[in-house]
Every structure is written in C-alpha cells, then in structure tokens.
C-alpha cells in the first residue's frame, strides 16, 4: 500500500511561489494513494502550460507532451495497458482552446481516464495572454482593451458533449479536491475535474479570494442530485459556472475500452451495435 509520499521524487516544481497548481499536484498524490494505486500502476499524461510541467513532478509513469494533446496520449496508454489508473492533466489553453477537439470527442468517447484541468483562465507560460476561459472584458498583454470574446462555459459544454463524469473544484480546497480526484479515478469511464487553479503572477482578477467570494459549493445547494443532467445543466446556469463540487455522473455508460470488439471484458458482435439502452443496462 502506497502512502502519498510514495509519489513524491526529488524534483523541485518550478512553479511561482503561490501558484495553484502545487495544490493540485499534492491533490493527485493524495487521491493516488487513497484509492490503493501504487507508483507503478500510475500514468500521468500533461500538455503544455506551466500546468503541463506536473508529469515530472510525481513518482509514476509520466508523459509531457505536446500543446493541446494530452488526452490522445493518455488515451493511448489507457488503450496499451487497461490495468493502469491514467490522469491526463493540462491548463485551460491547453485544453480548451488548441486541444479542444480532442477534449469534446475524449468526453464523447468516455476512455476511462481521468482528466484534471488546471484552469487559471490566462495563458501563464507565456506571460499573460487572454485564453478560451477568460472573462469578456478581461485585459492582458493580447487583450490591452479588454477581451471582446465571452468566457466558454467548460462544464455546460461537458454535459452537452455527453460526459459522463463532470467535477469542479477549488485548489485552495485541498480535502475537497482529492476526494474528487479519488471519486474520477473510481469512476469506470472519462472524468473530467476542472480545477480553479489561480495564477498569481499574470491574474490579477481571478485572485484566490476572487474564488472564495463567487464560488457556491453544491454541498450548499439544497437536494442538489447529481445524477440528473437536467438539474446539473440549470444549476451551472443559475451560478455562471462558479460551482464546485461533483456536478454529474453517470455510472449506467460503459466505458470505450469495454465496448471495443475482442477487447473488452464483455466483448460485443457486430450485430450487438449500435447499442440500444437496455443493452447499456445489461453490460
Ligand atoms: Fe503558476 Fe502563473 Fe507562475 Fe505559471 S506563471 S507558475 S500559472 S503562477
Ligand atoms: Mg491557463
């Protein structure tokens, strides 16, 4: 049984005293560890970004790739070798913007892997640009008038996309953070946790206590059901996307790996597809 600092290694992060994703990194360690993965049985796959650098940060299998495509990588690897936990990780440019494509069809295809985005809503490795999730209005270097492009709402498009697992959270939430990574890990298809992950070198605006004013933990929405898209849908409406906590599952989707013909552990014939929903139930 591994302990969290079984997946530390002697690499100093290079990150900006402060920065969230230290958090982040210390949330997947943790979550690692809680769910009885040991370092070997661990890949963790990370686009470009100063958040693509945390493949290098923790002890198990690592792949820094490139901009935008860590998810065909991740599902790659998960695709090669079933039996490891695989965590995709990136930035919100990373992800949302130039791996966009990849990210809509990963959550589509629901690969059981767990994908961690780290979302400062700038671009930081490059000093401050305007990314996919900054708000309108926003100024940077890229954007001296104020951004003129509306904020992509990542968690209304997961559950259009037909995601299975759709989290958000806080990385100054450390407890809440890593039972939701541990919850990702655990589901049997694609889990997508987008994570507040402030930078506070380039964001003057998106500031820890920014975060702490104008997010709603759904532990506070009364009755919140997470297994009900529709409520889902209309509770990220209600509070802009500033939520966090587990916001849908759907445990009844097999996942991509189970579903490949010879490849699955209930493999299907051809003249089993496509899939009604019964089908889905029986699996
Ligand atoms: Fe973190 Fe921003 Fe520094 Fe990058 S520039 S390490 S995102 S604080
Ligand atoms: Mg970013």
């Known amino acids: 049984m591994a302990t969290f600092k079984d997946f530390r290694n002697n690499v100093k992060p290079n990150w900006c005293p402060g920065c969230g994703d230290f958090s982040v990194q210390a949330a997947i360690q943790r979550a690692a ?10 890949a963790v796959v990370s686009g470009i970004g100063c958040s693509g650098r945390i493949s290098g940060y923790i002890n ?7 901009h935008g495509r860590s998810l065909p990588i991740a599902q790659g690897v998960k695709m090669a070798n ?3 936990t695989v965590i995709a990780s990136g930035g919100d440019g990373d992800g949302f913007a130039i791996g966009m494509g990849h990210t ?9 892997i767990t994908y961690i985005v780290m979302d400062n809503q700038i671009y930081g490795l490059t000093k401050g640009q305007t990314s996919p999730r900054s708000e309108m209005g926003f100024k940077t270097k890229s954007t001296p008038g104020g951004s003129i492009e509306s904020s992509l709402n ?12 759709v989290a958000q959270s806080f990385s100054s939430d450390l407890k809440e953070l890593t039972a939701l990574i541990e919850k990702g890990i655990a589901h049997k298809g694609f889990s997508l946790i987008n994570v507040f992950s402030p ?37 990220l409406m209600e509070h802009e996307g500033l939520v966090t906590g587990l916001i ?9 790996e189970n579903l490949v013909q010879g490849f699955g552990e209930k493999s299907l014939s051809s003249q089993e597809l496509p899939l009604k929903q019964e089908d889905f139930d029986k699996l």
């Open 60 to 66: 198990s299998y690592g792949f820094h790739g490139i």
């Open 33 to 42: 560890a809680n769910s009885g993965v040991v370092p070997e049985e661990l």
């Open 104 to 112: 809509v069809h990963a959550i589509r295809r629901n690969i059981d």
């Open 154 to 165: 990542v968690m209304e498009m997961a559950l259009t996309a037909g995601a299975t697992f």
């Open 199 to 235: 930078c506070v070198t380039f964001n003057k605006v998106n500031t820890y206590d920014w975060f702490k004013q104008n997010l709603t933990s759904l532990a506070d929405v009364e009755d919140y059901d997470p297994h009900n898209r529709v409520t889902a849908m209309n509770t």
């Open 82 to 84: 079933r039996e490891l």
């Open 248 to 256: 849908y599952q759907n445990e009844n989707q097999p996942s991509y």
